[in-house]
């Protein structure tokens, strides 16, 4: 059964933006922090940008002012609005969600979706 599901990856130019979706099931996302993961080949996977069911949000240094995580309750889709885009940021990019401690499955990946940032 498929928990998370991401969409938006593509290819763009260097400059241009990207919005990456990641639908999930309702009892997951109505009480898990939700994540956005970046990998690319040969390195390790590194949290982008996090936001709590309060809203909290994190950014990794390296995206901070250009890119924007947003949750949409209704829809229970986390978003990722991805602007002024760089090949450093080409990567396989993974939603990930975290239920908090107690909770049985804890945690949850997505598929990945990959985005590709030409110069």
């Known amino acids: 059964q498929v928990q998370l599901v991401e969409s938006g990856g593509g290819l763009v130019q260097a400059g241009g933006s990207l919005r990456l979706s990641c639908a999930a099931s309702?009892?997951?996302?109505?009480?898990?922090?939700m994540c956005w993961y970046r990998q690319a080949p040969g390195r390790l996977r590194e949290l982008v940008a996090s936001m709590t069911t309060t809203d909290s949000t994190y950014y990794t240094d390296s995206v901070k002012g250009r890119f924007t995580i947003s949750r949409d309750n209704a829809k229970n889709t986390v978003y990722l609005q991805m602007n002024s885009l760089k090949p450093e940021d080409t990567s396989a990019y993974y939603c990930?969600?975290?239920?908090?401690?107690?909770?049985?499955?804890?945690?949850?990946w997505g598929q990945g979706t990959q985005v590709t940032v030409s110069s």
């Open positions: 990930y969600a975290d239920r908090g401690l107690g909770s049985a499955p804890r945690t949850y």
């Open positions: 309702a009892s997951i996302f109505s009480i898990s922090t």
